[in-house]
């Protein structure tokens, strides 16, 4: 029997312990120098490294990256929370890319700051210059808590609402500011509890109407030089849609909450209006955009409504990720 040659490793050791081609070592005691420093290639000088059509891109940066940032809250305490960044540029033709660590730079020179849509103005015109483009925008996604009270039994917990700032400025260096919240709520079918009644009247039927926990989730654009809280559009959502899930709970508190939704029960067409009718008496918000779920528990389906103010050249109803409103 012919006897097979063995084969040549490149990064591992071969049959017989033959050693690999490359060998594989860190070395932890090297100490970079300017010189060296000095000496790394870099592709921004790269003549040829485009590839693809030689085309502006619209947004180019990075996505979800994680650092605790603080923020204020209504009452002026400060709060410090795990925040998703996302930041991005502009990039012209002629650029083959941008150096992406300079946007996460950016953040950890603030990271002591108090953050607000202000704050991110600053940070963007920073990052803007430094990266040298024309448009920038960066997101802060966070989970914001407010400590709320029961209906009835005088207990408190803390409510977690999904919460994104997000700051954008054009080539022309005017800045926008602008508020992503969702708010959970209970959603009683106003036919199912009409014909839950009719059932009771007529025939002696005990029925329950059908209801579902729902979401909506409001995007505003603030007015020029107006201050706008994360308290301020939880307040806004409450009352428009009344019946916010509830955090602790004793039988009084159950109780009150069945009778919360039997006073306001809601299709999702309500659910879209009622919200529109409180953002749109607050002039601190030039625009907004409204989507609302019903997760239903009579269909397999969910029902869902989307709104605008309907500012000419604003937010348009074209709203499609339902599923990330699932909760």
Do not use: W
Not at 42 to 55: C, H, L, S
Not at 129 to 134: A, M, P, Q
Not at 137 to 160: T, W
Not at 281 to 298: N, Y
């Amino acid at each position: 029997m012919k006897k097979t040659k063995p084969k040549k490793m490149y990064l591992h050791h071969g049959p017989g312990g033959t050693q690999p081609s490359i060998i594989r070592t860190y070395d932890a005691g090297f100490r970079l120098t300017p010189a060296y420093q000095e000496s790394l290639p870099d592709m921004m000088e790269a003549q040829d490294a485009i590839q693809g059509a030689p085309v502006p891109i619209q947004q180019v940066g990075v996505s979800n990256f994680r650092l605790p940032l603080r923020y204020r809250t209504k009452s002026g305490e400060t709060v410090t929370l795990e925040t998703a960044v996302t930041g991005t540029v502009s990039l012209a033709a002629s650029l083959k890319g941008i150096n992406m660590s300079r946007i996460v730079r950016s953040f950890y020179e603030h990271r002591t700051d108090v953050f607000s849509l202000e704050a991110l103005r600053r940070i963007l015109v920073k990052y803007r210059r430094k990266v040298g483009s024309l448009e920038a925008r960066v997101r802060l996604s966070f989970s914001y808590p407010l400590l709320q009270p029961s209906l009835r039994s005088g207990l408190e917990g803390y409510q977690y609402y999904a919460v994104t700032l997000e700051g954008a400025m054009d080539d022309k260096g005017r800045f926008r500011r602008f508020i992503e919240f969702d708010f959970v709520y209970s959603s009683s079918c106003p036919c199912s509890a009409e014909l839950a009644e009719h059932a009771r009247d007529v025939r002696g039927v005990y029925a329950i109407p059908h209801n579902q926990r729902s979401k909506a989730r409001v995007k505003v654009e603030l007015a020029e030089g107006a201050r706008l809280r994360i308290e301020d559009l939880q307040a806004h959502c409450l009352a428009a849609l009344r019946t916010e899930t509830q955090v602790m709970v004793k039988r009084e508190d159950e109780q009150a909450f069945a009778e919360l939704n039997g006073a306001h029960i809601k299709f999702v067409e309500d659910a879209a209006r009622l919200v529109y009718a409180q953002l749109a008496t607050d002039p601190r918000i030039a625009d907004f955009q409204v989507a609302c779920s019903h997760l239903e528990s009579l269909h397999s389906h969910d029902a869902v409504s989307v709104i605008c103010k309907g500012v000419r050249g604003g937010f348009a109803a074209d709203f499609s990720d339902f599923r990330s409103l699932v909760c």
